[in-house]
């Protein structure tokens, strides 16, 4: 079955620190795709980054990161200088077709989610 | 591209009426849309999953007869909540899938507070 994890329920730095969220996932399949999301107060969830099973590359936007290890089954995600705006509750989640077959689309797993608090 | 929208993005009413939260994909076709509720400092929970022209697939716990999905079209879901109760205030989140896909578009959220 499909298991998203990310222990980190609350992480607080001050304003610049470095940050660094953590996923792990569970899946059966060979093919899938991680996701991380964003939901700042407002409530709407913004999408961050989609990486599929047979990319491991590193990826780097700015002042965000995401380190990909299937060894592990890690999906981390790296906040470097973090500032105010960066507060906010932070989900990965996970789409595989587990047991699924028809023609739509596939079902999300979501982490429980870290609520990062940027201290200025 | 792959804009959903929401309406509407706030609702209060009064516990024993109904209310219908309508989900609209605006620049492409959703063969398939989902249906989240977010409570306060929660995950999202996926409540029902619906293919265009078929009847929704709800989660285990999830009551049908409360909540009314209707996906008639492929650009539009609706998501009814009937006869709502204090304990249905939650945020609902709808998605869209151009299937067969990993992904899905989130729209903005509805936020629901029975009185």
């Known amino acids: 079955a499909q298991k998203v994890t990310q222990a980190q329920t609350e992480i607080s730095v001050v304003e610049k620190e470095d940050v660094t969220l953590d996923c792990v996932y569970e899946?059966?399949?060979?093919?899938?795709?991680l996701f991380w999301y964003k939901q700042p107060p407002s409530g709407e969830l913004v999408f961050l980054i989609r990486r599929n099973s047979f990319d491991e590359q590193n990826e780097i936007s700015g002042r965000y990161s995401w380190n990909f290890q299937k060894s592990t089954s890690s999906f981390n995600f790296t906040i470097t200088a973090s500032q105010v705006v960066d507060s906010a509750v932070y989900f990965c989640a996970l789409s595989d077709p587990g047991e699924y077959s028809g023609a739509g689309s596939y079902q999300l797993t979501f982490g429980k989610g870290t609520k990062l608090s940027v201290i200025p | 591209g792959a804009v959903v929208s929401q309406h509407p993005s706030r609702v209060i009413c009064k516990s024993g009426t109904s209310v219908k939260i309508e989900c609209r994909s605006l620049d492409f076709q959703a063969t398939t849309m989902f249906w989240y509720r977010q409570f306060p400092k929660q995950s999202l929970m996926l409540m029902a999953t619906?293919?265009?022209?078929?009847?929704?697939?709800?989660e285990q716990g999830v009551e049908k007869d409360k909540f009314l999905i209707n996906h008639a079209s492929l650009t539009l879901s609706t998501l009814t909540v009937t006869s709502a109760h204090p304990e249905d205030s939650s945020f609902y989140i709808c998605?869209?899938?151009?299937?067969?896909?990993?992904?899905?578009?989130f729209g903005p959220g509805t936020r629901l507070t029975v009185t």
């Open positions: 998605s869209a899938g151009k299937g067969p896909s990993y992904e899905q578009y």
């Open positions: 619906s293919n265009e022209g078929s009847k929704a697939t709800y």
């Open positions: 899946t059966r399949d060979t093919t899938y795709y």
